[in-house]
T-cell receptor
Framework: AQRVTQPEKLLSVFKGAPVELKCNYSYSGSPELFWYVQYSRQRLQLLLRHISRESIKGFTADLNKGETSFHLKKPFAQEEDSAMYYCALSVGMSRDDKIIFGKGTRLHILP | GAVVSQHPSRVICKSGTSVKIECRSLDFQATTMFWYRQFPKQSLMLMATSNEGSKATYEQGVEKDKFLINHASLTLSTLTVTSAHPEDSSFYIC?????????????FGPGTRLLVL
């Protein structure tokens, strides 16, 4: 079954500390994975996608096919990183069209 | 647990016809529903935000008369693509936001693939 799991509903991290938001997926094919962020009272925004291998706002995520993970990391948390983060798995864009979101992790950066 | 469903999951229609897509929240009341569109290899694009019982708020560049949104109840929102054309072919995703316990929570539907011939 295709699934995205974000095990932490809430993650509190002190400012300046490293951040890791966990995401595990279940999919037998070649996955296309995304991280989306939603700041308070704002729309959902794409943070990054594994294909582009970019670093956005200091965040990176590496696809680990062996562990079926796509954890989001940042070495030093900033207060403005407080937001809701969603991991998403896109399952093909032709025959088996589906996008599966995790339930989200609320990141709270403590001063 | 809370789930958002979309129906249909896939629809093929002729150019000029209208298509209705339903978004339902299961096990919770969605005060706000969002409609997104995703083009191949691109991120989600917010089309509109709808609150139960009121008119939807459309994003810039999204035609209100083309994409009719109705949020008649706390568990159902519909998106109707009127007089569909091939350029409307896309992947449409809804999300529903509501209070679960004391927290405002958002869940996403699985998406609907629309193909206009």
């Amino acid at each position: 079954a295709q699934r995205v799991t974000q095990p932490e509903k809430l993650l509190s991290v002190f400012k300046g500390a490293p951040v890791e938001l966990k995401c595990n997926y279940s999919y037998s094919g070649s996955p296309e994975l995304f991280w989306y962020v939603q700041y308070s009272r704002q729309r959902l925004q794409l943070l990054l996608r594994h294909i582009s291998r970019e670093s956005i706002k200091g965040f990176t995520a590496d696809l680990n096919k062996g562990e079926t993970s796509f954890h989001l990391k940042k070495p030093f948390a900033q207060e403005e990183d407080s937001a809701m983060y969603y991991c998403a798995l896109s399952v093909g864009m032709s025959r088996d069209d589906k996008i599966i979101f995790g339930k989200g992790t609320r990141l709270h950066i403590l001063p | 647990g809370a789930v958002v469903s979309q129906h249909p999951s896939r629809v093929i229609c002729k150019s000029g016809t209208s298509v209705k897509i339903e978004c339902r929240s299961l096990d919770f009341q969605a005060t706000t529903m969002f409609w997104y569109r995703q083009f191949p290899k691109q991120s989600l694009m917010l089309m509109a935000t709808s609150n139960e019982g009121s008119k939807a708020t459309y994003e810039q560049g999204v035609e209100k008369d083309k994409f009719l949104i109705n949020h008649a109840s706390l568990t159902l929102s519909t998106l109707t693509v009127t007089s569909a054309h091939p350029e409307d072919s896309s992947f449409y995703i809804c999300s529903a936001s509501g209070l679960l316990g004391l927290e405002e929570t958002q869940y996403f539907g699985p998406g609907t693939r629309l193909l206009v011939l």
